[in-house]
């Protein structure tokens, strides 16, 4: 996957297709390739996730570090 592919999806997007993605594996039924496709999907899909989180949590960090330092400013 092209970062600009893992860009437009949205965390939820990602997420839910990455559900998708082991429920059909944990399902069974496919073939090696296919199985091995999926999982790599899959990979690709909690890459995505990860920087969502990772962003979401500096985000968080960065308004948490400024509301400290406004209190300190007090």
Known sequence: MTDKVGEALSYEQARDE???V???LEAGG????ESLALWERGEELAKV???W???ARARLDAALAEEAEEADAE
């Open 18 to 20: 990455l559900i998708e």
């Open 22 to 24: 082991v429920r059909r």
């Open 30 to 33: 496919t073939t090696l390739e």
């Open 49 to 51: 996730c990860r920087r």
């Open 53 to 55: 989180l990772e962003g």
